[in-house]
């Protein structure tokens, strides 16, 4: 079976990669995913409060007075809380590149210009065949407009194509008024490639302790459905490759996902669940299912369900839109 795929320029034996996660922290680890099959490694992201730690000197400076200003300490990150500092993360780049034979793709956390050009080169000379930028930004600010958001963003990946030779991936929000019309900017900015989409840490509320619950809880297969109605409505639109990241557990999720237009899957979710071989029984799975309904390459089904395929997407879109609330009956 021909499960062949590409994706960043990199042509990849299927589209089952692992997408940024702490199993990288740990070598064993990474070489229990290189075994059970994985197309290629996202390391989890270097944020850019790090950077700018490092660069400011302030990590000493927080130590020398913490006790003289806890409360306004209380909204920054300890370094401790990070789990790889700026120079640990570069030595464990080197390090699965020594121990892998797939692409390493490094990521980068944040969403401001300063401090990522030095990184960026850093992280390309240590080893990682590809960067990832993840652009995790809330605007809270209503004096802020939508458009000044998406263009930190742009201004972020014209500055690191500029510093780098290996291709830059974007890690986007779904949270944007055209995102067609933004995923389009970045591709005229020099991005490779999209990641749709970064999970936003959604807070609960602990009404007995009156605080958040900043509680990080594992995605499960019912976030696939956003990611399928982008990716099914960008294809077509953009020339640079699609990856998922959120909602692929099974090998039917795979399915979905590559019928709706991605190029490359990152499970993340199912592997801190269930361990690295969960990725050879959903290829496995794959596989199955294309050999039972006669598909004979990835490529065959590729896109396959589209709003390409549709001859008027607009009117599909909304009208099943409508289709769907006046259909429904107690």
Not at 6 to 29: C, I, N, R
Not at 154 to 178: E, G, N
Not at 241 to 270: F, W
Not at 304 to 318: F, I
Request: aromatic letters at 6%.
């Amino acid at each position: 079976m021909n499960l062949n795929t590409t994706y960043l320029g990199f042509k990849l034996p299927h589209p089952l990669m692992a997408g940024a996660s702490p199993l990288v922290d740990d070598l064993d680890a990474v070489k229990r995913l290189e075994d059970a099959g994985v197309s290629a490694i996202v390391m989890h992201s270097l944020f850019e409060e790090q950077i700018t730690r490092e660069q400011l000197g302030t990590i000493l400076d927080m130590e020398l007075n913490s006790a003289n200003s806890a409360e306004a300490l209380s909204y920054f990150p300890e370094p401790k809380e990070f789990r790889l500092g700026p120079e640990n993360y570069l030595e464990q780049v080197r390090r699965i590149k020594a121990a892998v034979g797939v692409p390493v793709i490094a990521s980068l956390n944040g969403i401001s210009p300063s401090g990522w050009l030095d990184y960026a080169r850093l992280v390309e000379q240590a080893g990682a065949d590809a960067i990832e930028l993840n652009v995790y930004y809330l605007s809270t600010d209503p004096k802020e407009s939508g458009e000044a958001v998406e263009q930190r963003s742009l201004d972020v990946v014209k500055i690191v194509k500029a510093a780098v030779k290996v291709p830059v991936a974007v890690k986007l929000s779904p949270f944007h008024s055209s995102l067609p019309h933004f995923v389009a900017a970045l591709e005229a900015a020099g991005a490779d490639g999209v990641v749709l989409f970064n999970r936003f840490l959604q807070p609960d509320i602990d009404v007995e302790h009156l605080e958040a619950d900043a509680t990080l809880r594992l995605s499960t297969s019912s976030e696939l459905l956003l990611r399928l109605r982008w990716l099914a409505i960008l294809l077509g639109q953009v020339k640079h490759p699609m990856a998922i990241s959120g909602g692929v557990h099974t090998s039917l999720d795979a399915i979905k996902a590559i019928m709706a237009g991605a190029s490359a899957i990152q499970v993340v979710s199912a592997l801190l669940a269930h361990g690295p071989d969960r990725l050879n029984t959903i290829r496995e799975g794959l596989i199955h299912w294309m050999e039972e309904h006669e598909y004979a390459s990835l490529a065959q089904m590729h896109g396959s369900m589209s709003l390409a395929k549709c001859p008027n997407p607009t009117a599909y879109t909304r009208a099943n839109y409508m289709r769907i609330l006046q259909g429904w009956r107690p």
